[in-house]
């Protein structure tokens, strides 16, 4: 089973940030947290991991609370192709890698 | 730009009939995934690799089979196809260790999406 509970679903307007949350809250001291989105039915594309600091990248920034046990990826400026099903993950390096049901995101003009 | 490769994209074949799926990767990785996929549902997670001669079940029961003879290929083979295999497979690879300059990220290929009849 998925060790992240996410929104089944988010709405977002086009240019806005779209902030969308995970609840890990049986995380362990060596689980990283990695974001992944899939567009229809490719195959998913990483955004971002961290382990404790906040991340950012030029696709997005990953906020960790001090307790660890949630987490919120940050999509700066939202556009139309940003719409896509998140999937927010835990793992250590050798784990298996379940992706759960994720949060699919809808961008509106 | 990832360089795994899986083929065929697609194909439609007659319940019996035995399929392999192949998955090819030019990076070097050592761990390698299958994922089963049905149309608007998540990713189910049905086999995995750590490295050659290393093949472990996912958390989807699933009657396919694997190899790693080679770390570069993956292929899940279907000895016989029923209509309820009909879905996308996708594979995946990541690099090992994770830390440093390694991100530890999946590389996906395509996909291959599978009909049987």
């Known amino acids: 089973d998925a060790k992240t509970t996410q929104p089944p679903s988010m709405d977002c307007a086009e240019g806005r940030a779209a902030n969308l949350p995970c609840n890990h809250s049986t995380i362990s001291g060596n689980e990283y947290v990695y974001w992944y989105r899939q567009i229809h039915s490719q195959g998913p594309q990483y955004i971002i991991h961290?382990?404790?600091n906040n991340e950012t990248n030029e696709m997005a920034s990953l906020i960790i609370t001090e307790d660890r046990k949630s987490s919120t990826l940050i999509l700066p400026h939202a556009t139309l192709r940003d719409t896509a099903v998140y999937y927010c993950?835990?793992?250590?390096?050798?784990?298996?890698?379940?992706f759960g049901k994720g949060t699919r995101l809808h961008i509106l003009p | 730009e990832a360089d795994i490769y899986q083929t065929p994209r697609y194909l439609v074949i007659g319940t019996g009939k035995k399929i392999t799926l192949e998955c090819s990767q030019t990076m070097g990785h050592d761990k390698m995934y299958w994922y089963q996929q049905d149309p608007g549902m998540e990713l189910h997670l049905i086999h995995y690799s750590y490295g050659v001669n290393s093949t472990e079940k996912g958390d989807l029961s699933s009657e396919s089979t694997v190899s790693r003879i080679r770390t570069e290929h993956f292929p899940l083979t279907l000895e016989s196809a029923r209509p309820s295999h009909t879905s996308q497979y996708l594979c995946a690879s990541s690099e090992s260790p994770f830390w440093g300059a390694n991100t530890g990220e999946l590389f996906f290929g395509e996909g291959s999406r599978l009909t049987v009849l």
């Open positions: 961290g382990l404790k």
């Open positions: 993950i835990v793992r250590v390096e050798d784990d298996k890698i379940i």
